[in-house]
């Protein structure tokens, strides 16, 4: 069994930063790629980045150069540092990771909210 906790959500103004971290527990012999995904209130959950086991990452265009994705392989944890942050980004993020027990599988959090006030 895997579990994903995120932290690090709450509530802050238009131009503000918040940093969200997840980490990944259970019976884990490895882990792939890590990512964040977001779903905001009546729209499809979507990708906002992603970070391989080698480091290499990519972002949504609408968060390039504002967000920065980061992860401690020896912690299992990702971190997603949000800055200048806009009402648009208000949502709920979750946190993904392809993780091995004993095959591969995707692994998802609970969500964290995050709301930005204009």
């Known amino acids: 069994q895997v579990q994903l906790v995120e932290a690090g959500g709450g509530l802050v103004q238009a131009g503000g930063s918040l940093r969200l971290s997840c980490a990944a527990s259970g019976s884990i012999t490895s882990i792939d790629t890590m990512g964040w995904y977001r779903q905001a209130p009546g729209k499809q959950r979507e990708l906002v980045a992603t970070?391989?086991?080698?480091?290499?990452?990519d972002y949504a265009d609408s968060v390039k150069g504002r967000f920065a994705i980061s992860r401690d392989s020896a912690k299992n944890t990702v971190y997603l540092q949000m800055n200048s942050l806009k009402p648009e980004d208000t949502a709920v993020y979750y946190c993904?990771?392809?993780?091995?027990?004993?095959?591969?599988?995707?692994?998802w959090g609970q969500g964290t909210q995050v709301t930005v006030s204009s």
């Open positions: 993904n990771a392809r993780v091995r027990v004993v095959w591969w599988y995707e692994s």
């Open positions: 970070i391989t086991d080698g480091g290499n990452t």
